[in-house]
């Protein structure tokens, strides 16, 4: 079955045009995206009705983007999640890093992806994203070329891969942050059901920085839960989860293998996912707000969707102990994530 990518001009920023591509199978359901960001815009698949909606929190123009505080459907580089203290040390050099989460930086800081226009084009099956970050930027060495790679199939399957190299040692952590609400935003995405492969989870403190420990993931594991089920809920408040989870199966070179189910039992949505990264983090939306509107026509809210972001372990270049993810110069990161969108 034949898969069409089609591109508009969404608009300009600093002189670099921003487009607004869409990516269709034969039965109708698409992806779009965006070159600002390497962003995942919306998701349209069908319900157990075979009614196509939209999936995934995005906005209708390009002034949504720019005014985003949430990273929504943002690729996420050059490191995902938080490092703690805002700096490393590598070959002796110890790097200092924007400082954006109290005294700690998440994502990146202001020099974080999702603020940049990437370089775009597009092949019949998907769009190519590349960008390239110099020496320094953000405080993190090496000149560092990034190609992401998405692909949609007609069977409703979002492939993201992430290829990168560096001319210095560095640490690299892509992922992509956007957030899943398989009902269509007819409830809050607490009312889903959730399977994570994973009986251990990365110890955090009060600020999500990992304490160094990992820990079996007992009452936090997920197998077809329900996610407000593990929520702290009382008449004045709602706390959800912020966690890594450690995926169960070693991976296999170059092969993706099974991390989460998410499911809607309303509409009969279901997400899977597979990766060869070794761990998703779970964030299921507390602080998630906009000031402009999104695809609803409202402006977001918290829990209006929740993000599975597969990636390395957080802060490991500050915890031996943690698998590592330094990209060696003249070696190429190479990792991929996939999103199956079915029906129940």
């Not at 998701?43 to 009705?49: I, N």
């Not at 020099?111 to 020496?135: K, W």
Request: proline share 3%; with cysteine; hydrophobic share 35%.
């Amino acid at each position: 079955m034949a898969v069409k990518t089609s591109s508009r001009l969404w608009g300009q920023l600093n002189g670099s045009d921003v487009f607004l591509f869409r990516i269709e199978n034969e039965c109708g359901a698409y992806v779009e995206l965006t070159n600002y960001g390497a962003a995942i815009v919306s998701v349209a698949v069908p319900d157990r009705q075979q009614q196509l909606e939209n999936v995934v929190v995005g906005f209708p123009d390009l002034d949504g983007y720019l005014n985003d505080t949430c990273y929504i459907g943002s690729t996420i580089g050059r490191y995902a999640n938080r490092i703690s203290n805002a700096g490393f040390k590598l070959d002796g050099r110890i790097y200092y890093l924007d400082i954006n989460d109290g005294k700690n930086s998440n994502h990146a800081g202001k020099s974080g992806f999702n603020y940049r226009v990437f370089t775009a084009e597009t092949i019949d099956n998907g769009v190519i994203m590349t960008l390239t970050s110099p020496d320094g930027d953000g405080g993190y060495p090496g000149t560092l070329e990034l190609t992401v790679i998405y692909t949609w199939n007609a069977d409703n399957e979002l492939l993201i891969n992430y290829k990168a190299t560096t001319d210095k040692n560095t640490i690299a952590n892509f992922t992509n942050h956007a957030y899943f609400n398989l009902s269509a935003f007819k409830s809050k995405s607490y009312n889903h059901r959730l399977t994570i492969s994973s009986a251990y989870i990365v110890d955090l403190y009060e600020d999500y920085t990992p304490s160094g420990a990992i820990i079996p993931a007992r009452q936090k594991a997920f197998s077809n839960n329900k996610l407000s089920d593990k929520f702290k809920i009382d008449e004045s408040s709602v706390e959800g989860l912020n966690l890594f989870y450690i995926i169960d199966k070693e991976t296999e070179e170059n092969k993706l293998i099974f991390t989460a189910l998410l499911a809607d039992e309303e509409s009969g949505r279901t997400l899977k996912i597979y990766t060869d990264y070794p761990g998703v983090f779970l964030y299921t939306g507390d602080y998630l707000i906009s000031i402009t509107p999104t695809h609803t026509g409202k402006n977001a809210k918290p829990f209006d969707g929740l993000c599975l972001e597969c990636q390395h372990y957080p802060d490991s270049i500050n915890h031996p102990n943690f698998p590592q993810a330094i990209l060696q110069a003249g070696d190429v990161y190479d990792q991929s994530i996939l999103y199956k969108f079915g029906i129940i």
